[in-house]
């Protein structure tokens, strides 16, 4: 067994760490690239405004960006998942109560203990999808999925919605399912199948539960404000 572990650590070990330089070295400098034409980084956000883990990846990944030279692309999707999916009814119940855990960690409560069907805030994706991105509509997202899951319970108004997008951009929505769509099938065609999923620098990541180590691959491509 110890010459088993003395292999390991002799060879397997310093191989995973070339490895993993070998995959970084190209992102930093990719990003590198970016800073040196005076663009930003860009952090790909597929979301659902029905999925309260998706609620608190906005919220909070919205909080983590201060302070960082990043543009947050949030790229919401009504239909995704597993099709056919005999559990779904399940993962969305689930979903409801994960939230509860997730909701703790940014000091909110979850005022919904029932979950949301995807077509009851298909018209705030709709409205986002082509939407210029920015701190206006970040501003919408982030407040929108406080408000559907954080303040409220039992139908969606969308009046209430229409008046959080005047108050945010100065003017009325306007709906694009179409965009929606391209991005439900860019999602898919690059392997995310689930929200919230985030893409940034080369690497995907389980938004819900890795937005520490998002914001360290963010620092450690260099976009932290100096």
Do not use: H
């Not at 690239?33 to 405004?49: H, I, P």
């Not at 899951?149 to 306007?174: K, M, T």
């Not at 940034?200 to 691959?217: K, T």
């Amino acid at each position: 067994m110890s010459k088993l572990r003395d292999r390991a650590e002799r060879e397997i070990g310093p191989r995973l760490i070339v490895a993993a330089s070998t995959v970084t070295a190209p992102a930093r400098a990719a990003a590198a690239a970016r800073r040196a034409t005076g663009r930003s980084g860009r952090l790909e956000l597929y979301f659902g405004f029905d999925d309260p883990a998706s609620a608190f990846a906005v919220i909070d990944l919205k909080a983590r960006l201060q302070g960082r030279k990043v543009i947050f692309d949030l790229l919401p999707v009504v239909e995704r998942g597993i099709k056919d999916d005999p559990a779904l009814e399940r993962k969305r119940i689930y979903g409801v109560v994960d939230g509860r855990r997730l909701g703790r960690r940014i000091g909110l409560t979850l005022s919904r203990s029932e979950p949301l069907e995807p077509q009851q805030t298909a018209f705030l994706a709709s409205w986002v999808a082509s939407a210029p991105r920015g701190s206006a509509l970040t501003r919408f997202c982030a407040e929108a999925c406080r408000r559907i899951w954080f303040e409220s319970d039992g139908p969606i108004e969308q009046a209430r919605y229409v008046e959080l997008w005047r108050e945010c951009f100065g003017s009325a929505p306007v709906a694009d399912v179409e965009a929606v769509r391209a991005n439900e099938k860019q999602m898919s065609s690059r392997g995310p199948y689930e929200t919230p999923a985030a893409y940034i620098g080369g690497r995907w990541f389980f938004a819900q539960d890795r937005s520490a180590q998002i914001a360290d691959w963010l620092d450690e491509l260099g976009w932290r404000v100096k």
